[in-house]
């Protein structure tokens, strides 16, 4: 009696090296991510696309009871590590589908060290920022498929290196804040 591997649904891997083609002929080209966000109340926010989709709804995002939200959706740090998972696993998924291995199983799971003494600048400890969010994060990722468990864990590292959010977080990026016009 034989099993039958269930595959995930696959990605358009002629598309996949349509677009790698176009980065490999002009590597400094950049998109950008617009989102408005709007609280409304206490530390509950609702972030939109700057041009909505109605397949896109509101992501939520709140603080849990104990930092005196109303624990009605994923804390901030929760929604950077969750952001983080999203590309790892997108990026496995391209490494896969470029390396011709199907993917049966993929699952991300994340962990991040983060302190808030400072009580958000509010009268809490006196921090410098390097002392502030995450200070450690931790991914470990479960994955099957048609190829050896050192192909898929080359497939998760190579994925990892290339991550825009992983890179986000490990490296300083240029940050501005001001007030809108």
């Given at each position: 009696?034989s099993?039958?591997?269930?595959y995930?649904?696959?990605?358009?891997?002629?598309?996949?090296?349509?677009?790698?083609?176009?980065?490999?002929?002009?590597?400094?080209?950049?998109?950008?991510?617009?989102?408005?966000?709007?609280?409304?109340?206490?530390?509950?926010?609702?972030?939109?696309?700057?041009?909505?989709?109605?397949?896109?709804?509101?992501?939520?995002?709140?603080?849990?009871?104990?930092?005196?939200?109303?624990?009605?959706?994923?804390?901030?740090?929760?929604?950077?590590?969750?952001?983080?998972?999203?590309?790892?696993?997108?990026?496995?998924t391209?490494?896969?589908?470029?390396r011709?291995?199907?993917?049966s199983?993929?699952?991300?799971?994340?962990?991040?060290?983060?302190?808030n003494?400072?009580?958000w600048?509010?009268?809490?400890?006196?921090r410098?920022?390097?002392?502030?969010?995450?200070?450690?994060?931790?991914?470990?990722v479960?994955?099957?498929?048609?190829?050896?468990?050192?192909?898929?864990?080359?497939?998760?590292?190579?994925?990892?290196?290339?991550?825009?959010v992983?890179?986000t977080?490990?490296?300083?990026?240029?940050?501005?804040?001001?007030?809108?016009d």
């Open positions: 009696m099993e039958t591997t269930q995930l649904a696959p990605i358009d891997r002629e598309g996949l090296e349509k677009f790698a083609e176009v980065g490999r002929n002009n590597p400094d080209r950049r998109g950008t991510n617009k989102i408005h966000t709007i609280c409304v109340g206490q530390y509950r926010t609702l972030s939109y696309l700057t041009n909505p989709d109605p397949m896109h709804p509101a992501v939520v995002v709140d603080e849990p009871l104990h930092l005196f939200g109303q624990n009605t959706a994923p804390a901030p740090g929760e929604v950077v590590l969750s952001g983080l998972g999203g590309c790892l696993a997108v990026g496995i391209a490494v896969a589908t470029h011709q291995v199907r993917l199983k993929l699952e991300v799971f994340l962990e991040g060290d983060i302190g003494s400072a009580a600048g509010a009268g809490g400890a006196e410098e920022p390097g002392q502030m969010g995450f200070q450690a994060v931790r991914v470990k479960v994955i099957e498929g048609d190829a050896s468990r050192e192909e898929l864990d080359a497939i998760v590292q190579h994925a990892n290196y290339y991550s825009p992983a890179n977080i490990r490296n300083p990026v240029q940050f501005e804040i001001g007030l809108a």
